[in-house]
């Protein structure tokens, strides 16, 4: 079996020393993904174009069509037989044996190319495959110039080809024929769709995490992270890198005009991902921001966002509306991920700013312990994608209570804001108010030989927080869970 490639038109159209080089990855990338395959596997190709060939007895054919369209810079995909030269006949039994069932119903035309020294002429080839697909198959007829299916086979010498289905790959650029960037992650629809994006368009990714919620939440995202790489980006090496993030949130809290939150989180993201970035060699940085989805991804608000660096910020979904970015994650096999992702939700004003201004931000974050942020990319931590499940820890099974024991504390870990617009009240029980923020901190100073049961609204925050702390050896932490 042998597979035509073509690359993408933007390939094309480039000059010849970018076309070549481009060309070259192409070639390369496709030949570190299909000789873990099987070494069999011979990449070839030219200018244009890259041939696959293999062993028909093997069963590689659908594995190697698996991973050739999900290979970044590909347009077209053509299947292609090829088979030793023995008459006309034998060349219009192999046109039937691949083409009689796809012709039901359907017109088509025969196309023949010769290359060498034969005794027969194109048209007598044609004629005679056409009128043996006539007799064997329930065609609709013959229709030369615009055939709903075209037979195309080229004979070479003492062999011939005979093209199959076509296929449409991914298209855009080679993966690595293009600069490195760093894609912020949270797991969400938007995030690793605008990384699929990137890649697509040759753009080599590390991934950056910053964690806000705990273990449960950073499982999964390295689950979508090692997904989108094994799926289109596995020809190059990459970093996933974790910074713990949560002393940061608290400093915000703690020093930063409430209304600021969003931008000023957004802002320390950048500064880090930034400082990140030159480490790791990556000129650019990937967000997931749409214009006006949330308060902090307004226009006004973007523009304060991005004076916190001087690297190019990239946003693919800049212009996407929701419904677009969840058919793409469908597409892609993200969907599932972020659909079941845990949401934190932690970072949230009552009255955000729309329209924050810059020095009003920047005077909120004189105010700020410059050394919380410095502490949290220093702690950061960096594995290469491909062992990346090899050193995922499993979150802790956290039991959930409907109806707590009159002895257990219920801790309510919501923001204050949270607390006093809807507290939580029961009759039995002690409820302390400790936000999420600061839960780490105070969860060593209370007594151990009582029961903790964590709470907030929609139960992911608590998950995550409980599942964190009984990792790190608090068995005494469950999570309150009342029914609905």
Not at 202 to 226: K, Y
Request: hydrophobic residues 40%.
């Amino acid at each position: 079996m042998k597979l035509l490639i073509r690359p993408a038109p933007e390939v094309a159209i480039k000059s010849k020393p970018v076309r070549r080089q481009q060309m070259r990855h192409l070639r390369q990338n496709i030949r570190k993904l299909l000789v873990r395959l099987d070494n069999a596997i011979v990449v070839d190709g030219t200018w244009d174009r890259v041939t696959v060939e293999f062993p028909d007895d093997r069963g590689l054919s659908g594995l190697v069509l698996d991973a050739v369209l999900r290979i970044p810079g590909i347009s077209t995909i053509q299947e292609i037989g090829v088979f030793p030269f023995v008459d006309l006949d034998d060349i219009a039994d192999k046109a039937v044996e691949a083409f009689a069932e796809r012709l039901k119903g359907q017109t088509f035309g025969v196309r023949v190319r010769r290359h060498g020294d034969h005794k027969f002429r194109s048209s007598e080839l044609e004629r005679i495959v056409g009128s043996a697909l006539m007799q064997a198959s329930e065609a609709a007829g013959v229709n030369l110039k615009s055939p709903d299916v075209e037979v195309r086979i080229e004979v070479q010498d003492d062999h011939f080809h005979i093209a199959h289905r076509k296929h449409r790959g991914l298209g855009g650029y080679p993966l690595g024929s293009v600069e490195t960037v760093m894609t912020l992650i949270s797991g969400g629809y938007d995030s690793s769709v605008a990384a699929y994006l990137m890649m697509r368009r040759g753009l080599r990714s590390h991934f950056l995490f910053f964690n806000l919620g705990g273990t449960a939440h950073e499982v999964g995202v390295r689950q979508v992270v090692h997904y989108l790489w094994e799926q289109y980006g596995a020809s190059h090496s990459a970093k996933f890198i974790s910074v713990p993030f949560d002393g940061v949130i608290a400093e915000i809290m703690r020093s930063v005009n409430h209304r600021h939150w969003g931008v000023v989180l957004k802002r320390q993201m950048l500064k880090a991902a930034a400082e990140i970035a030159k480490k790791n060699n990556a000129i650019g940085l990937v967000t997931g921001d749409a214009v006006a989805q949330v308060s902090s991804q307004t226009l006004s608000n973007l523009n304060v966002v991005d004076r916190a660096s001087d690297e190019v910020v990239l946003r693919p979904l800049v212009s996407m509306d929701k419904e677009t970015i969840i058919n793409i994650a469908r597409e892609i096999g993200t969907e599932s991920f972020a659909r079941n992702m845990p949401e934190y939700c932690g970072v949230i004003s009552q009255k955000p700013a729309t329209r924050a201004k810059l020095h009003k931000v920047e005077a909120d974050e004189e105010e700020m312990d410059t050394a919380v942020l410095a502490s949290a990319v220093e702690a950061r931590e960096e594995t290469a994608i491909s062992r990346l499940l090899d050193t995922t820890t499993t979150p802790e099974d956290v039991e959930l209570v409907q109806t707590p024991g009159v002895e257990d504390v219920i801790i309510d870990v919501r923001h204050p804001f949270e607390g006093e617009q809807s507290p939580l009240k029961l009759t039995n029980n002690e409820v302390m108010q400790i936000p999420f923020y600061e839960l780490n901190q105070q969860i060593a100073e209370l007594p151990s030989d009582r029961q903790y049961l964590l709470y907030c609204d929609r139960g992911a925050m608590s998950r995550m927080h409980a599942g964190h702390l009984k990792a790190e050896g608090h068995a005494n932490v469950k999570v309150y869970a009342p029914a609905s």
